[in-house]
């Protein structure tokens, strides 16, 4: 049962899930706990809504998710009305064509001599070598909708990233940063979802929601800025280090822990002192 209260989004390469073996088995006390007070729990990822549709189902997540950046917004239907028709979900695509983005970041490659490859032009081989996914899995990561993932071949790969942030601005595209890749998107990102989303349950169940949002990257900033509480977890090697592009933002709170070790401490920390708190009022 869904109820108002608490709301949480989650990266989840690298933040909920093991940034090498995208395992969530540290986080599972947490996740357990989410599920028993009803607390919607909302992935929100770089992945295309087919990977993400595998990991709600290895993680028994029912709520809604966003894909590929915030291009796209899955909404099971019937999920706001309390009669969830299964495998059935109102798509909600904000992103660009992708077909359109991947002509135009070809181009912007070819103008300024940036060597790069996108993911469809890799090998099966060299997306399992940059992301540790399985193969099986490959084809689930090519199947995208609304975003241009890619990595710089050249010598200055920040550098290049640079520039091509600002070649793309003047055509109101975006360059963001995730964990392996640099992605292409639209006019849309990870925060616009968001508040799209958080609208739709303060339509749906009143307006009381306190919204928390987990990420470790570049492209969780505008998730951050559309929550009500933001919060960094470490990343690898041992003993971990927050993101350079993330930590100075405003107001960030920082998880004691890497991945989905830390976004399990900081969960059960935060949860459980406010939802005690609550119940005894």
Request: proline content about 4%.
């Amino acid at each position: 049962m869904i109820k108002p209260g608490y709301i949480i989004f989650t990266d989840l390469d690298g933040t909920l899930l093991d940034a090498e073996n995208y395992s969530a088995g540290a986080a599972v006390e947490a996740l357990q706990y989410v599920r028993e007070e009803g607390i919607p729990l909302i992935f929100v990822s770089s992945k295309t809504a087919m990977e993400i549709l595998r990991y709600r189902e290895k993680l028994k997540n029912i709520h809604p998710f966003i894909c590929e950046n915030g291009g796209g917004l899955y909404i099971p239907r019937g999920y706001f009305e309390g009669q969830v028709e299964e495998g059935k979900y109102e798509v909600i695509g904000l992103g660009a064509e992708y077909s359109m983005l991947r002509r135009e970041l070809k181009e912007a490659a070819s103008r300024m001599k940036i060597e790069l490859s996108d993911m469809v032009d890799m090998t099966d081989k060299e997306i399992m070598a940059l992301t540790n996914i399985r193969g099986d899995e490959v084809p689930l990561a090519r199947q995208r909708g609304f975003d241009e993932p890619f990595v710089i071949r050249s010598g200055d790969p920040i550098g290049d990233s640079e520039k091509l942030k600002f070649y793309f601005q003047e055509r109101h595209l975006n360059i963001v940063r995730g964990n392996r890749f640099f992605h292409l998107t639209g006019n849309s990102d990870k925060g616009a979802a968001v508040r799209l989303l958080q609208a739709r349950y303060q339509e749906a169940f009143g307006s009381e929601w306190n919204s928390i949002g987990f990420g470790d990257s570049q492209n969780d900033l505008s998730m951050f800025k559309a929550v009500n509480v933001a919060i960094a977890v470490k990343k690898p090697p041992s003993p971990g280090h927050y993101d350079l592009d993330i930590r100075d933002f405003p107001g960030l709170c920082f998880a004691d822990g890497i991945g989905p070790a830390g976004w399990n401490k900081e969960v059960l920390k935060l949860l459980k002192e406010k939802i005690t708190l609550s119940k005894e009022k």
